[in-house]
């Protein structure tokens, strides 16, 4: 379906929390928003491919209510999405990605900018796979200070090269759910076919073996500035994602406490601030 000017309500046949704004535009509008207590999270992972942030993303969803927004899933939802339904931004980054090019900072930085209703959403976000260069840190920064929103945290995901390197060759995701399994670690029931929707599994191009060390070497040249950018700003919280899936966002858990901790203490503060005016 083309843009409109009108926000849209998605179909019926879209699943609850389905990021229909995510995905298909400003032009759209969630069905259901998520209601957090309190003030919204609003959370960037970093981490190499293969720390498992997408796994992460979905636990933090669950966990805060925060709306995951992962620009990997839009990137795969655009690149099998019919021309007529791509926004301007889309096509210009499948052009590039037909080309076999990395889509530059702009056009990515545009695809987020055709959603900011999604950061400046009431029930938060959790950013995964955006930003992924110091340019693209500067712009969010600049898009939610000019909106008056916090990020609350971003949260860097450790793991040696060896560990990341098996994990990516061994990894399946489900073709309809984007469910994450791996071939030995967390195999699904049914050898091939996803626990949560009988979807087919497959194995991503971009971790095939061939494909694993260009991604770690992009990955290392354009993302130490940004870990360096986020902990000079106070922002950032380092994890170690050794372990199971529920290990790692238990950890994650720990390190957000002082955060939870610190936005009620200023609830507290501004409620007594508008007392005394």
Not at 65 to 85: I, M, P, V, W
Not at 146 to 163: H, K, R
Not at 182 to 203: I, M, N, S, W, Y
């Amino acid at each position: 379906m083309a843009a409109t000017d009108k926000p849209q309500k998605a179909s019926a046949s879209h699943s609850k929390h389905d990021r229909a704004t995510w995905f298909q535009g400003s032009s759209w509008a969630c069905p259901d928003v998520p209601q957090s207590n309190g003030s919204p999270w609003r959370l960037v992972l970093l981490g190499a491919p293969g720390v498992g942030k997408g796994t992460q993303a979905y636990l933090l969803n669950q966990r805060l209510k925060a709306c995951h927004l992962s620009t990997g899933d839009l990137f795969r939802a655009a690149s099998k999405a019919k021309e007529c339904d791509q926004t301007p931004a889309m096509k210009a980054a499948m052009e590039y990605m037909r080309r076999g090019e990395l889509v530059p900072d702009a056009t990515v930085w545009e695809m987020v900018r055709e959603r900011s209703a999604c950061i400046r959403c009431a029930g938060g976000f959790v950013l995964d796979g955006f930003p992924r260069t110091l340019g693209q840190a500067e712009l969010l920064k600049r898009l939610m200070a000019s909106e008056g929103i916090p990020l609350t945290a971003v949260v860097n995901y450790e793991l040696p090269l060896a560990e990341i390197v098996a994990r990516l060759s061994g990894r399946r995701t489900c073709e309809k759910c984007k469910t994450v399994y791996h071939a030995t670690e967390r195999p699904p029931k049914v050898a091939g076919c996803c626990d949560r929707c009988d979807g087919k599994l497959f194995q991503r191009e971009d971790d095939r073996p061939e494909s694993i060390k260009v991604r770690l070497e992009a990955y290392e040249r354009s993302t130490a500035p940004l870990i360096d950018f986020y902990r000079k700003s106070g922002l950032l919280m380092q994890v170690a994602a050794k372990g199971t899936p529920e290990d790692i966002f238990q950890r994650t858990v720990v390190e957000l406490e002082p955060q939870r901790i610190g936005r009620f203490a200023q609830k507290l503060w501004d409620a007594a601030e508008n007392r005394r005016e």
